[in-house]
């Protein structure tokens, strides 16, 4: 018995040690697993997880950086980017919280802050609402683009959850429309889209930086860790353009298209010794800051796109050609009786019997300037045209810049010949016309134009002698005189030359009943240093003759920019002068 | 190890407030430059030169040229 109990003692220790074995080989096994995982995730999967967590904190940012300005000549800002705040909205933001904070999170989005936020961005109450409703399944909506940072601070403050700002830059115009047309404007991703914004947008255009910044879980940076690439800001843009005289054209333009119901119209001023273009204005014009729903058409910079037939502004041009070709001497007479070149009328609209040359350009006669053109064989009047740079683009290098026309002279009637000499046939910007004019203001040196500030002319090419262009701007100093055709193009104090052109507007297929007023003319006279140019597109109010409708325009700009630029008056007899040793 | 943690910790708040002071300051600079052109425009200040100050531009016959 007792052996018996003993035996079924042992057997029943024997049977615990297995267990015992059992568990720490188990035990073991565990340990082994634990470790292996670990290796597995130190050392094998360490990457994937470090990613997985970074993409999780860690974020890059853009740095925005600021567009050029663009400036006058003077260093006043015509074109300024403003920091503004674009709001937008994740609608979804609450979703990704604990269900016990999103509840009380969604209880922030009350109708009262909806109705807030719809008053400071001055926004209908349902846009804001469809923002921050989930119904689209949009994680990201804009609320308002380019705010002002003081408003968007207003609506971050009222703490509505998932309301988030991107910084942005506005371009403002100060100017407004009087330098519209020249600027141009930027699209909402502050690209240019016309004018100087869209030439220039590469220098311009600032380089965007970025850099990784790690979060909380406010989704706020805590700490830059690196920079990728540091922001650009673009570069400025100095102009040649003088804001005050932009101003000042602006100005007197609108007023005489308004007197003179006219279409449209454009005005070149340039500085006569060096070809930079002073102001260059348009009508109709624009508000850059306030584009909305304007037709493209009024964003059309007129005075260097826009092309026409000058006219007898080019009467001078003829003169100075036979002049320095010899052709015509300076004494010589005209008779203007109406002739007929292969049965095609050339006539003048009054009777002015013979002339001598300075009473062609007073008078502007027509058959005499064919009379001359006709003396010249025609390659050599269209290279002196071609030289002038007509039919050739002013190479200022804007967007959609007019070239013009000219035909070659081996294609040429005589009676083409003969109307090419008053300005017809052949067409031009307003800026060319008026670079053309800085032959004669110069003694003869022909300017390129730049709208970029310069201090010489790189470009500067003779194409008169001195004689000839001082011969002719003395003769077109008497189309200003009482008895010339633009006595209201005088400037009191100064001496001033200039010419009028008064065109039949050319439509599709032929000429319209409308008419062009032009005058281009440059003051001193005795040494210019201002030309400007005005073009008036079918005035409609009774008048349209060039020295009646364009010349008053150009003389009060004149005698503004004169005035403003400090410029010696030549005239002194008609002033009080106090002279001082 | 933990001293320099601390103290880059401190300088990048510092670094953070100078550049949000930076920000605030372009702001308002860039709000001044078109606050001063709004004001400085040609067309306001020649309105109040006519209206409130009576100022008026003088012909030509009225101005006395001094050479010097």
């Given at each position: ?499 009028t052109g008064t065109v039949k507007k050319a439509v599709d297929g032929g000429y319209s009943d409308d008419y062009l007023s032009v005058f281009v003319g440059m003051a ?58 | ?68």
């Open positions: 018995m007792r052996s018996v109990k003993q035996r079924s003692r042992k057997r029943k220790v024997d049977d615990f040690s297995g267990r015992r074995y059992f568990v720490l080989f188990l035990m073991l096994l565990a340990m082994l697993v634990l470790i292996a995982r670990a290796v597995y995730l130190q050392i094998f999967d360490t990457q994937f997880l470090q990613r997985q967590a970074q993409s999780r904190y860690v974020s890059t940012v853009k740095i925005p950086a600021y567009r050029g300005q663009i400036l006058d000549r003077h260093g006043v800002g015509l074109a300024v980017s403003a920091p503004v705040d674009t709001l937008w909205v994740d609608p979804f933001y609450c979703q990704s919280k604990r269900p016990k904070q999103a509840q009380a999170c969604l209880t922030l989005v009350s109708e009262k802050k909806i109705r807030q936020v719809a008053d400071i961005l001055e926004l209908p109450v349902a846009k804001v609402k469809s923002a921050f409703s989930r119904s689209t399944g949009k994680h990201f909506v804009y609320l308002k683009r380019r705010v002002e940072p003081t408003l968007a601070a207003k609506v971050m403050a009222l703490g509505l959850p998932g309301v988030a700002l991107i910084k942005e830059f506005k371009r403002f115009y100060p100017a407004g429309e009087v330098t519209a047309h020249l600027l141009g404007f930027t699209n909402i991703d502050d690209q240019g889209q016309e004018g100087l914004e869209l030439m220039y947008n590469a220098s311009l255009e600032g380089k965007t930086g970025s850099k990784r910044v790690i979060r909380d879980g406010a989704r706020r940076v805590i700490e830059d860790i690196e920079s990728i690439k540091s922001a650009e800001p673009g570069q400025d843009l100095v102009l040649s353009i003088d804001e005050r005289l932009q101003y000042l054209a602006y100005r007197e333009l609108k007023a005489g298209v308004l007197k003179h119901k006219a279409e449209a119209a454009s005005l070149v001023i340039l500085e006569a010794k060096t070809g930079n273009i002073l102001a260059v204005v348009n009508q109709p014009a624009f508000n850059p800051n306030k584009r909305k729903g304007l037709h493209v058409s009024r964003y059309k910079n007129r005075a260097i796109i826009s092309t026409f037939e000058p006219g007898s502004t080019l009467k001078p041009f003829v003169v100075a050609a036979a002049l320095e070709g010899g052709f015509i001497d300076a004494g010589q007479l005209f008779s203007t009786h109406d002739f007929r070149i292969k049965g095609r009328w050339v006539k003048d609209g009054h009777r002015y019997g013979t002339l001598n040359l300075t009473d062609v350009l007073k008078k502007s006669s027509n058959v005499a300037a064919s009379k001359i053109a006709l003396a010249m064989p025609p390659e050599y009047f269209w290279r002196f045209y071609h030289a002038l740079g007509f039919g050739v683009s002013a190479g200022v290098g804007f967007p959609g810049e007019a070239t013009g026309s000219l035909p070659e002279y081996d294609s040429w009637s005589l009676f083409e010949q003969a109307t090419l000499s008053f300005g017809y046939r052949v067409s031009m910007s307003t800026l060319q016309l008026a670079r053309a004019y800085t032959a004669l203001a110069d003694d003869g040196v022909l300017h390129s134009v730049s709208l970029l500030q310069r201090e010489t002319d790189p470009y500067a090419t003779r194409v008169l002698s001195i004689e000839t262009a001082q011969k002719v701007r003395t003769m077109i100093e008497q189309v200003v005189q009482k008895d010339g055709t633009a006595y209201r193009a005088r400037v009191s104090g100064y001496r001033v030359a200039g010419k001193p006279a005795s040494d210019p240093k201002l030309i400007i140019a005005v073009m008036v597109d079918a005035p409609q109010a009774g008048q349209y003759y060039g020295g009646l409708v364009a010349a008053p325009i150009f003389a009060k700009v004149m005698g503004g920019a004169l005035r403003l630029q400090g410029i010696t008056p030549d005239a002194i007899q008609d002033t009080a002068t106090l002279l001082v040793n | 190890m933990i001293e320099s943690k601390y103290s880059a910790r401190l300088l990048f708040i510092k670094i953070q407030a100078a550049e949000q002071r930076l920000e605030q300051l372009e702001i308002s600079w860039k709000r001044l430059i078109i606050e001063e052109r709004m004001l400085s425009d040609h067309n306001q200040v020649e309105k109040s030169a006519h209206s409130k100050m009576g100022l008026i531009e003088p012909n030509r016959q009225a101005i006395v040229y001094i050479q010097l």
